[in-house]
């Protein structure tokens, strides 16, 4: 069966065709366009780690670390879940969640709402940092598709004399937190 005999079986005539076609690509468009914009396809994540909670850890072993309030913001209408956090970032190192109630694996985050995941990072040395912005890579779920998406976090403000700099937000959380270590504040 011949394409003009699928348009003839339809009752298209041929000098119709055309915009039905067109019309037919607009709905596509539109439903794919919908579909992105409600992030069923591609979420919108927006990160940040909570500055005010981090504290310097020193287990028996002499191992730095630090407990990351890594909150996470879901920017559009359609939830995602969050099937894995890790980063590739000298100096540093995420370890893996328990998987238990106060620290999961995987959680969800609701349309236009956030949530608090607390994950722990060991400063494996502290001047290996680097001063570049890195960023975060999340493995998500949507209803539609999986992927990941790597986030990098805007630089934190550190307050020089009477200037504030901005400084990458990796190396100012191993700044502080190997601060805090050495000074004995933890």
């Known amino acids: 069966m011949s394409s003009a005999d699928i348009w003839q079986r339809f009752g298209v005539a041929p000098r119709t065709r055309l915009p039905f076609v067109v019309s037919g690509c607009l709905v596509l468009m539109c439903v794919a366009g919908g579909l992105w914009w409600t992030g069923s396809i591609t979420p919108n994540i927006r990160w940040g ?38 980063m590739a970032i000298p100096g540093l190192r995420l370890l893996p969640p328990e998987d238990t109630q106060d620290d999961p694996a995987k ?11 607390i994950r722990r990072i060991v400063i494996t040395d502290c001047a290996a940092v680097p001063h570049e912005p890195r960023p975060i890579r999340f493995t998500y779920r949507t209803w539609l598709v999986s992927g990941t998406s790597e986030v990098v976090l805007d630089p934190w403000q550190m307050t020089v004399g009477e ?17 805090k270590a050495v000074s004995g504040e933890f």
């Open 49 to 86: 780690i909570n500055s005010f909670f981090l504290t310097a850890q020193v287990d028996d072993n002499g191992v730095l670390s630090t407990r990351a309030w890594i909150e996470l913001e879901n920017q559009a209408i359609s939830p995602f879940t969050i099937t894995d956090i890790s």
């Open 107 to 117: 959680f969800t985050v609701r349309g236009d709402d956030s949530e608090t995941v």
């Open 163 to 179: 200037r504030r700099v901005p400084v990458a937000w990796q190396r100012a959380l191993a700044g502080t937190v190997c601060n």
